[in-house]
């Protein structure tokens, strides 16, 4: 093993290594070579690319001088990641595991090259329930990808292979799909966090569809802060995807960093289904606990409605969506088909046009019945809910393939028919040993919040992830009444940075933060006293924050601002302030909590010109919004 490689590949201590310059992308590669070669023999992939591919992928990389890095900003330079092979690489078959559906692709998923332009290397293609049909993760030609814990029992599916890849450190994160919950399920039976991004956040361009209304490209990560350094270079509309979308402006996309006072959603009396596992019920009442004991409040909240959108999603004509989606394959070549995987589809037969119709009337009806969870003082925040009710083995599934399957999907199916976004994070070990995963369930656009939301959970009821013991990062310090209202940072010797722009994570200057080995602490808001300007002539472009009269004297009244609060040593302060040009400097800015930190400021002369964009609530949506028009 190459000593200055560390021992696990989370996405962020292995970017601090691959900045620092104690690491190269050539010595990543060569530990994720050792690592796939010492499994031998291993269903987790369909395709890899070439061992001489990869290395010359990672010498191109080593090639760039940290200049050029910076400029070109790759926030994800050297990490390895693998893709559910249901999505498009260029040079490698994208099989969706049906060996005669097989094809090779032209060009590259849109999500894919995202990546790739951030830096990422590509090391293969991974194995998954056959057309992303199934939460079991057995139903491929290819083979089984064992459960990292016990291959005894199910990885999970859709997305198996990919969660796998992770747990079992062969990567640093992975993409699957999740239409069901395959985002989600395989996260929790493998120990490992699993973004389900808001339908459309992520362009689905270049992913073979299984029901193209409500497809997500899911991201497997170790810990939530990896998952958001992932989704910060996805997260950009897409003009090749119809269906791709940026957050609305207004929109709640923050807030749940701080759990104190917040209302979560929980199952209560006969809505607490398990299937007589009583470990998965331990399991679920010790996450609720956990999260009360941080300071939230637990709501019971009638979970009928949403069960019964659950049931639409396969019991109702949602199901001729993944017939529709590879009607002409199936039409050719039925026999070809796994045979659960086609007993399903072909249930599309069943349903008329009429029927479609009132299923859709009937989920406009229940979405209005399930939105009043979220409204009014009585309303909840976020949601918690078991992952998945329970964890079968093989030899039960391969028994009762659908009926087991379809209780997997219990506390999954509704998500993406309600247009909710979801992270699915560890929630520690059972007695047996397996482990167990809670999920928590937001509106749309929310996903940043529950992503920080989603690192105290975990870090309340973990000590690692995987099955390769990846240390859980400790929770970021609480905001608050109670928190320092100095910029001091929480560690001796460390100062509290806001960032409002081009630093923000997954912005081209992050990595002047990340290249010092600084940390993010939490994403909030400042205090509504501010405006935020589009700098003209900047490069990269950059936004100018200036405070404005909170008592009300200033004509423009002032707005609050996202921003991230990152944690520096005061040495890497000191150099890091030396590299700020004018008119931007380095003031005290007031968060949200009335907490006060160091951060980014615009002399007031700068913003002749300067169009007042405070309207989209901070730069990255302001990013977006350009983006999605620019493109369109």
């Known amino acids: ?211 193209r209304s409500l497809d997500c490209v899911a991201v497997f990560a170790h810990n939530c802060p990896d998952a958001q350094a992932v989704l910060d270079v996805l997260a950009t509309p897409d003009p090749l995807d119809p269906w791709s979308r940026g957050a609305p402006v207004g929109a709640a996309t923050t807030g749940l960093a701080d759990p104190r006072g917040l209302r979560f959603g929980v199952l209560d009396g006969a809505d607490l289904e398990f299937f007589g596992d009583a470990q998965a019920a331990a399991a679920y009442a010790r996450a609720v606990g956990a999260l009360a ?34 009607r002409a394959f199936i039409e050719a070549q039925p026999e070809a088909l796994h045979p659960v995987t086609r007993q399903i589809t072909e249930g599309a037969r069943n349903f008329s046009a009429a029927d479609t119709f009132e299923a859709m009337y009937r989920l406009q009806e229940l979405r209005v019945a399930c939105g009043r969870v979220w409204q009014g003082p009585q309303g909840i925040d976020v949601m918690l809910l078991p992952t998945a009710p329970t964890l079968y083995r093989l030899s039960e599934v391969e028994a009762e393939p659908l009926l087991l399957n379809t209780r997997l999907g219990r506390y999954t199916n509704f998500v993406n028919l309600l247009d909710l ?27 940043r919040a529950l992503l920080a939301l989603g690192a105290r959970v975990q870090s309340a009821l973990n000590t690692t992830s995987g099955a390769c013991g990846v240390p859980v990062p400790p929770a970021p310090a609480k905001t608050g009444a109670a928190a320092p209202v100095a910029a001091a940072g929480s560690v001796p010797g460390t100062v509290r940075l806001a960032v409002v722009g081009a ?21 909030t808001t400042t205090a509504p006293s501010y405006r935020l300007h589009a700098l003209p002539g900047t490069v990269p472009p950059r936004p100018g924050l200036v405070r404005v009269d909170p008592a009300g004297s200033s004509p423009r009244q002032g707005a609050a601002i996202v921003v991230e609060v990152w944690e520096l040593t005061t040495e890497a302060f000191g150099a890091f302030v030396a590299e700020v040009p004018p008119p931007l400097a380095i003031g005290t800015v007031t968060l949200a909590d009335g907490s006060t930190v160091k951060g980014f400021v615009c002399e007031p002369a700068a913003l002749e010109g300067a169009p007042d964009i405070s309207a989209f609530g901070g730069w990255r949506a302001y990013c977006e919004s350009l983006t999605g028009v620019h493109q369109r």
């Not at 200049?67 to 040079?91: H, M, Q, S, T, Y």
């Not at 057309?131 to 814990?149: C, I, K």
């Not at 976004?421 to 996903?447: H, N, S």
């Not at 923000?504 to 993010?520: D, W, Y």
């Open 293 to 326: 004991d941080m300071g939230a409040v637990p709501v019971p909240f009638a979970y009928a409605p949403f069960a019964e959108v659950a049931a639409l999603l396969y019991s109702g004509p949602w199901v001729a969506e993944r017939y529709a989606a590879i």
């Open 503 to 523: 630093h923000l994570s997954g912005m081209p200057l992050n990595v002047q933060l990340t290249s010092r080995s600084a940390r993010c602490l939490e994403a």
């Open 1 to 211: 093993m190459t000593p200055a490689v560390p021992p696990v590949l989370d996405v962020l201590d292995l970017r601090a290594a691959l900045a620092s310059g104690a690491v190269s992308a050539s010595d990543v590669v060569e530990q994720v070579l050792r690592r796939i070669r010492a499994r031998g023999d291993d269903p987790t992939w369909i395709t890899r690319e070439t061992d001489a591919a990869l290395r010359a992928r990672a010498a191109e990389l080593d090639r760039m001088p940290p200049a050029a890095r910076a400029a070109g900003g790759l926030p994800l330079f050297g990490i390895p990641f693998a893709v559910k092979d249901n999505i498009d690489v260029e040079g490698l078959p994208t099989t969706a595991a049906c060996k005669a559906f097989a094809y090779r692709p032209g060009t590259t998923a849109t999500a894919v090259q995202r990546l790739l332009d951030a830096g990422a290397i590509h090391v293969g293609k991974t194995n998954l329930d056959q057309f992303a049909t199934g939460l079991v993760g057995v139903r491929s030609p290819y083979g089984v990808p064992a459960n990292t814990f016990d291959a005894d029992y199910v990885p999970g599916g859709s997305s198996s292979g990919s969660a796998v890849s992770v747990a079992a450190g062969l990567v640093s994160f992975a993409l699957g799909t999740d239409t069901a919950g395959s985002g989600r399920v395989p996260a929790a039976f493998n120990n490992i966090v699993g973004l389900k991004p808001t339908r459309g956040l992520v362009s689905n361009h270049g992913v073979v569809p299984a029901c």
């Open 421 to 447: 976004a979801a992270v699915a994070v560890p929630a520690g070990l059972r007695g047996d040993g397996m482990p167990t995963g809670v999920t928590l369930i937001g509106e749309a656009f929310r996903d």
